[in-house]
């Protein structure tokens, strides 16, 4: 069994998120290039940022990112350096531009057409006369005294 | 011999559940349509016979894994002679054929518990219900037999099988399925209630006190289900994380909040006979969450619009199933909403209206779920556009929704029925308010960071427990005698709330303060990780059951006395040829301490993680809190008079 151990520790096992060796020594350009990541999709996986994904292709991506930090890019440089090359799959945080509006607006839209709907049934229930409650029938008379003899 | 005979039995009373689900789906409808008393009450029996076949079934499908014959194909795609016992178990769900079975093995058991406990049910909605939940069991079971049989046998078994996936080799995913499906399936029984109410015609109080064990029991199911899945992937998947607004997730959690918005309707009906199409609405969307949770994670369409085209045999099934259910029922509804008509009268301020704001609020916040859960897809298909959603979308269009939700929640759970005026309801709470807004303070000046995601969380959390203890106390009039003498449903009401705000708490203090250090330790080296002093003692490779591991022991000590001993663990699965880390935790109620292993450097030293996670345990805590508050009305008594369950469905536990 010992000779297995050895091959499988050799064997290359995917690294595990950030490596020690990726981390920047500017602590500023690291907690930059930290941030960016985590909206950055590790497009190998399923819906996990780059930070947290244990892919190769995931580390390409952290390591280019720190790359272009390094090199002096903005924030709105690297993703746009990315978007380029990747397409718009790669932002976690879908665009608010054409199509995608639809999608930011969805919430307060379907917010606002529920508010009103409950609004005019509130309304309405508050106009309402006051049905007085139809009397029990003979069998539900029953049932209760039944209940309320248990 | 015998060990064939149990299988081929097992397949056998699968196909005999599907005739006797057809069976009970068309009797007793007509029966009741009819008014013939013999035809109704073949519903039950059925129910309890259509159950006893697919417990049958599923038994011999767990024997064929506890004794690894992999001449079911199944086993040997998902099982391993050297896998601990548990997983042989667990794995019998592991799978996506396994999976449906349990499914079809609970709603039958949902089915059956209505006959059961449904003493009390008149005969004629009993009927209709089990009719209707007979439907959804010949749906399903011709799905499993079709496209799905997990009995189907290799014409020459290998020696061994193929190991199942050891990120699933854990003990809380081998339970976050039951759970869950206990959940979204319980939500079958309000989808049956609701269309068999909309076949008779009438909606009352009655009517919602025997749906609104199900949907309790359902929700508190779903509840466990999803936090256990959170808890598994904060342990397991090495880093802390415990929510990805992955679409797997969203496909459970969106019927969870459904059920809250139902939970919350159907106590208007049941007291105020208002909000009743509604509340039949909510009951058939729920189920329909369900049914969309189930074709999202079986089909695999979000995951991967191309596999879906590839193999679209079983989504199209269950997109059918979705389609005839939430159709059918959608249409009965539009025919039938306008005779439910509304009695109960109250005024702009009340109760009433509150709850009314909880359904808009969680209804909505349900939706947007929805819409960010498909849009990846909606975008491929209608735009051509290849995006993604993920979390920071979440975060920002799902979160005001919660906030708004906990900010008004205690105001409204106070009003009473009818009318109510808010300075009055508010005055009691005073206390409460001021408690937050302390708790809130603090936790800004605490926090280094100076954002308002901490201090915001803290301050509604502590809202939430704070205005749930004001309302048991002016419940039990101001008098500590009286508060246990408060019905269960008081102390469920108040034990869900304080749960959320717990939860609160823990997400909001996590996400704010959690440190992280990334490093390569030396052996025996010391370094400080937020006011710990960790050392690396030392690196060993050991070997499990089915596995290799590399198992560090590592020291945490503050102020020079030691904390913990912990040892994380780096494996490989060499059958599955997979790689998974364990992570050592420190649990404690103010801070999780978390250690992952990492890789051995070219040039020495080991990669060392730590993370110090501040009331971690607070957010799996709340939700276990909140599922406790659910048992508790459950057992209130007014359910056990009269009501449809006699005894609680919480009993109800998944066979074997």
Known sequence: MRWMILALSLLAVPAFAVQPDEILDDPALEARARELSKGLRCLVCRNENIDESNADLARDLRLLVRERLVAGDSDDEVIAYLVDRFGEYVLLQPTASGENLILWVAGPAMLLVALAGAGIYLRRRKAAPDAAPAPLSEAEKARLAEILNE | ??????????????????????????????????????????AGPAATAQFLCIALSFTALTYAFVTSDFSLKLVMENSHTLKPMLYKVSGVWGNHEGSMLLWVLILALFGASAHWFGGALPERLKARVLSVQAMIGVAFLAFILFTSNPFLRLAEPPFDGQDLNPLLQDPGLAFHPPFLYLGYVGLSMAFSFAV?????????????????????????????????????????????????????????????????????????????????????????????????????????????????????ERGIFILAILAVFIGGALTLFAARAGTMEAKGVFAMVSRESALVMNNVLLAVAAFVVFVGTLWPLVAELAFDRKLSVGA?????????????????????????????????????????????????????????????????????????????????????????????????????????????????????????????????????????????????????????????????????????????????????????????????????????????????????????????????????????????????????????????????????????
Not at chain 2, 242 to 251: G, R, T, Y
Not at chain 2, 407 to 426: N, Q, T
Not at chain 2, 436 to 441: D, K, T
């Open chain 2, 196 to 312: 068999a109410a909309l076949i008779e015609g009438r909606v009352d109080a009655a009517w919602a006190r025997w749906v609104r064990p199900w949907t309790l029991a359902a929700w508190m199911f779903l509840t466990v289900g999803i936090a256990l899945g959170s808890w598994w992937a904060y342990y397991e998947l090495g880093w802390g994380g415990f929510w990805f607004w992955d679409p797997v997730e969203n496909a459970s959690f969106m019927p969870w909040l459904i059920a809250a918005a139902l939970l919350h309707s159907a106590i208007v009906v049941e007291k105020r006979e208002a909000l009743k199409s509604w509340t039949i609405l909510l009951a058939i969307l729920a189920f329909g969450f369900s049914l969309i949770g189930t074709f999202i994670v079986r089909s695999g369409i979000i995951t991967s619009v191309h596999a879906f085209a590839n193999d679209p």
């Open chain 2, 392 to 656: 920071p979308f979440f975060n920002q269009a799902f979160t005001p929704f919660m906030l708004i939700l906990a900010a008004i929640l205690p105001v409204g759970a106070i009003m009473p029925w009818k009318r109510a005026r808010i300075e009055r309801s508010l005055k009691p709470l005073y206390p409460a308010l001021i408690l937050a807004i302390a708790f809130g303070a603090l936790a800004f000046a605490v926090g280094t960071d100076r954002s308002a995601l901490a201090p915001v969380g803290v301050a509604l959390g502590t809202w939430l427990i704070a205005g749930s203890a004001v309302e048991l106390w002016q419940r039990a009039g101001r008098k500590a005698a009286r508060l246990a003498r408060l019905p269960r449903a008081d102390w469920g009401k108040a034990a869900a709330h304080s749960g959320l705000g717990v939860t609160f708490i823990g997400i909001a203090c996590l996400m704010a303060w959690d440190v992280e250090d990334i490093r390569v330790a030396q052996l025996g080296e010391t370094f400080t990780v937020g006011g710990y002093d960790i050392t690396l003692d030392g690196v060993e490779r050991v070997e499990g059951p089915n596995y290799f591991s590399t198992l560090a022991t590592i020291r945490m000590a503050r102020d020079g006395r030691e904390v913990a001993v912990l040892h994380p663990e780096k494996r490989v699965y060499p059958v599955a040829a997979m790689p998974t880390t364990e992570a050592a935790i420190a649990n404690g109620v103010w801070r999780d301490l978390y250690l992952v292993i990492g890789d051995e450097q070219a040039n020495g030293g080991w990669a060392v993680r730590t993370y110090i996670k501040p009331f971690a345990n607070w957010i799996w805590a709340g939700a276990i809190i909140m599922a406790l508050g659910g048992v508790l009305s459950l057992s209130d008594r007014r359910y056990r008079v009269a009501a449809g369950a006699r005894k609680a469905p919480a009993m109800a536990q998944p066979a074997e």
């Open chain 2, 1 to 42: 011999m015998l060990r064939v005979m149990i299988v081929e039995l097992g397949h056998f009373t699968l196909i005999l559940a599907l005739m006797l689900a057809a069976l009970q789906a068309v009797v007793p409808l007509v029966g009741a349509h009819k008014g013939w008393r013999g035809w109704m009450a073949m």
